[in-house]
């Protein structure tokens, strides 16, 4: 009896670790839709990219898929006021997950987007901050192609306008005249290309985390109004929120998770869901960018999670669809 507990105890971990090699080394290359493209991971305080999204973030920044992936963080994270070493220590954790460089990390300091549980975040304020980053036209700006140079403001630069105006007269009859703008492309449009976010239960039902996917959905929404017949030229996806239950059971979540794929994939397109599983370096990186990045958030609730939580290692990204109006 004693042999074969002995040798059960003995086996688990095996079986574990076996389990975690076969999945992280096994599953289907990231789709075309993933490949060569401007991501930006949309997050709402700093230590969201490590414990939720790490397998995202360090699967879609391996060199051979060439993607620029930036985040942009809603908030500094500044309800026990540390905004300023938090903000230090996300772009230390960026770098460490695969962020190219700390300046693609983007963090706001706004009134309107406060750190908290009870902090109430309006879609239409998120969505105005997306539509200025990544598509000012909807904001009623005007876009480099279409804005008009100003006028010359000294004399030197009046005399060197008149000579401009006049050399260009002069050539009239041999050169055609230059259009005085650049037509806009019809069809919606954006600087980016996938935008990467939390679920409408926001995993762990933080208000300021489900304002987030109500903010990403308001924003392309405006993209594709009066749009019919296009495709939306952001796609979204979204991590989608799972059982206590299966958010603590590590890696052993990938067999539901690979699971439930399977009997909704006749229901999906292509490409409508991707999973990610970390293998044990990429697991034992995303807790160095916890660990060693956010060493002010490290307390004693965090080891729990950053040892038995599914999205350090398990990641199923869900593809929302948005429909023209």
Not at 119 to 138: C, G, N, Q, T, Y
């Amino acid at each position: 009896m004693a042999f074969a507990t002995v040798l059960t105890l003995t086996l688990i971990p095996v079986l574990v670790f076996a389990l975690w090699h076969l999945t992280s080394t096994t599953l289907p290359p990231v789709p075309s839709l993933l490949r060569n493209k401007r991501i930006i991971l949309l997050i709402a305080h700093p230590d969201d990219e490590s414990m939720f999204f790490s397998p995202t973030l360090q699967a879609l920044t391996h060199p051979s898929l060439q993607n620029h992936l930036k985040i942009l963080c809603m908030s500094t994270g500044n309800s026990d006021g540390l905004g300023a070493t938090r903000r230090t220590e996300l772009e230390k954790a960026a770098v460490t997950l695969g962020i190219r460089r700390k300046e693609d990390v983007f963090i706001l300091d706004d009134e309107r987007f406060k750190d908290g549980m009870k902090e109430e975040w309006k879609a239409e304020d998120i969505s105005r901050v997306l539509a200025s980053a990544f598509a000012p036209h909807l904001n009623g700006s005007a876009t480099p192609s279409t804005r008009p140079s100003p006028e010359p403001t000294s004399e030197k630069e009046k005399k060197k306008s008149s000579k401009s105006k006049h050399a260009k007269s002069s050539s009239r009859t041999s050169t055609p005249p230059l259009p005085s703008a650049v037509k806009e492309p019809e069809g919606p449009r954006a600087t980016i290309d996938i935008l990467i976010t939390f679920d409408q239960s926001g995993i762990s039902s933080h208000p300021n985390h489900i304002a987030l996917y109500h903010g990403a959905k308001h924003f392309l929404t405006k993209i594709m109004k009066g749009h019919s017949g296009y495709a939306c030229p952001v796609t979204l996806y979204t991590l989608p929120s799972i059982n206590i239950v299966r958010k603590y059971a590590f890696i052993l979540d990938v067999i539901p998770t690979l699971v439930a794929g399977f009997l909704g994939g006749g229901k999906r397109q292509k490409d409508d869901r991707v999973v990610f599983v970390s293998d044990a370096g990429r697991y034992w990186r995303a807790r160095e960018a916890m660990v060693s990045g956010h060493k002010s958030q490290m307390v004693w609730f965090r080891w729990g999670w950053i040892g038995l939580g599914r999205y350090m290692v398990v990641n199923d990204l869900r593809r929302e669809r948005v429909i023209a109006t």
